[in-house]
């Protein structure tokens, strides 16, 4: 099964956040890590500011950094094209998205459409989680 992480998602495996235990679950019990190529930059710039604001120190900062860099190598990252961008515009004002939902949302619903495979869908947000409904994508609620 594939598992498609937004940002929410992936920052909890690297800085522990309320639903970092269900989010480490669910990406064990994944075959696969799928996310958006844009997902790179919101996690640096989220563990960045995390680090800025004192939530985390120096040392967990730059370990948080080392590990995510590993594990991105190992995720199916999807590319963010003008189709894409498309789509990401229209969810944005079919479901009321902010745009950077609306792009992840686009782009695991074009994954799912491309590889005709079920695609569990983890984030922390209620209206991007329906909005996967929607589509079709099968939301993991923790």
Known sequence: MTLYLDTSAVVKLYAYEPGSPATRRAVAEADQIASSLITYTETRAAL?????????????????????????QGFVIMPVDAQTIRSAGEFAEQFGLRAYDAVHLATANGFSRETGSQVRF?????ALNRAASTLGLTPIVS
């Open 48 to 72: 960045n500011r995390k680090y800025r604001s004192r939530e985390i120190d120096v040392a967990t900062f730059a370990r948080s950094k080392a590990e995510f860099e590993a594990d991105w």
């Open 122 to 126: 983890m984030c922390f947000d209620s």
